[in-house]
């Protein structure tokens, strides 16, 4: 199975800041890589699909990039609603595996 | 708009079998473009895929749950259900269907539209 590995783990800032997430995968997935936002008590949102396509509806402050292994989302400039857990979805071969997970918490 | 509902018992005794159904609404089941996924998350934890189904009825399953698990659809009433037999503690979740876009290149999916989540303990 391709594993994800999502860095940090957990991260802090201000709002307006730039906030990127890491996703690397153990072995190339191409571009089959989702983004998805997870709020306490929510099911999560995809925000983030072939990783660099923006879902209909997401703000434009959220961006993907990255091919084969190495993979980023990037807030242009945080915003207190965005405080929540980001996770890293592959797609290009079963089974279907998720990253462990970033907490994005405002300073 | 899509929606998705869970529904199943809240509460399972270890060594029985775990049983939810995915109501689907606003959109058929019945769809080359999507295919129809189960994903769990233990309390605290991260996110777990555990299969999918397509509405032709073939399915793949994570290989951690593949002697256990069953999905199967329905696509008369426009659902799919998931059973998770002989469960443990380990199995406590909460546990979410979800629609998987595969209308890209890849054939696989992501999760483009979730039901709220059923939570699920497993204790005697």
């Known amino acids: 199975a391709i594993q994800l590995t999502q860095s940090p783990s957990s991260l802090s800032a201000s709002v307006g800041d730039r906030v990127t997430i890491a996703c690397r995968a153990s072995?190339?997935?191409?571009?089959?890589l989702a983004w998805y936002q997870e709020k306490p008590g929510k099911a999560p949102n995809v925000l983030i699909y072939?990783?660099?396509s923006l879902k209909s509806g997401v703000p434009s402050r959220f961006s993907g990039s990255g091919s084969g292994t190495e993979f980023t989302l990037t807030i242009s400039s945080l915003q207190p609603e965005d405080v929540a857990t980001y996770y890293c979805?592959?797609?290009?071969?079963?089974?279907?595996?998720f990253g462990q997970g970033t907490r994005l918490e405002i300073k | 708009q899509l929606q998705l509902q869970e529904s199943g018992p809240g509460l399972v005794k270890p060594s029985e079998t775990l049983s939810l159904t995915c109501a689907v609404s606003?959109?058929?089941?019945?769809?080359?473009?999507?295919?129809w996924g189960w994903i769990r998350q233990p309390p605290g934890k991260g996110l777990e895929w555990i299969g999918v189904?397509?509405?032709?009825?073939?399915?793949y399953y994570t290989p951690s749950l593949k002697s256990r698990v069953t999905i199967s659809v329905d696509t008369s009433k426009n659902q799919f259900s998931l059973k998770v037999a002989s469960v443990t503690a380990a199995d406590t979740a909460i546990y979410y269907c979800?629609?998987?876009?595969?209308?890209?290149?890849?054939?696989?999916?992501?999760?483009?539209?979730w039901g709220q989540g059923s939570p699920v303990i497993v204790s005697s």
């Open positions: 189904i397509y509405y032709s009825g073939h399915t």
């Open positions: 072995q190339g997935i191409s571009s089959a």
């Open positions: 979805q592959q797609f290009n071969s079963y089974p279907l595996t």
């Open positions: 072939d990783a660099s």
């Open positions: 606003g959109g058929s089941i019945s769809n080359n473009n999507y295919d």
């Open positions: 979800a629609r998987g876009d595969n209308s890209g290149l890849y054939g696989k999916s992501y999760f483009d539209s």
